[in-house]
């Protein structure tokens, strides 16, 4: 069993800032990846910020300059730190962890329950 607990949303003015954190927890033999998505009302999930296991990161472009993802490798925890924060930022944020269980299994995706960011203009 795979867990992941997020914490950090709530209502913020625009300009502001709000820190996201996720802990991945249980069975996990190795973390591909660790990332962001977010799904505002009546819109598409989309991806946020993503890091891989090597270090590298991937941002929406909506985002760049602004949010900044990071991981504690020894707690299996990623976080976003968002600045300058816009009434469009304002979405269900969602954890997104790309692990594996078993030294012989593959990669799956797992999903955090969601935190919600509101930005109020």
């Known amino acids: 069993q795979v867990q992941l607990v997020e914490s950090g949303g709530g209502l913020v003015q625009a300009g502001g800032s709000l820190r996201l954190s996720c802990a991945a927890s249980?069975?996990?033999?190795?973390?591909?990846?660790m990332g962001w998505f977010r799904q505002a009302p009546g819109k598409q999930r989309e991806l946020v910020a993503r890091i891989i296991s090597g270090g590298s990161t991937d941002y929406a472009d909506s985002v760049k300059g602004r949010f900044t993802i990071s991981r504690d490798n020894a707690e299996n925890t990623v976080y976003l730190q968002m600045n300058s924060l816009k009434p469009e930022d304002t979405a269900v944020y969602y954890c997104?962890?790309?692990?594996?269980?078993?030294?012989?299994?593959?990669?799956?995706?797992?999903w955090g329950q969601g935190t919600q960011v509101t930005v109020s203009s």
């Open positions: 249980g069975s996990i033999f190795s973390i591909n990846a």
């Open positions: 997104n962890v790309l692990l594996v269980v078993r030294w012989d299994s593959g990669a799956y995706d797992y």
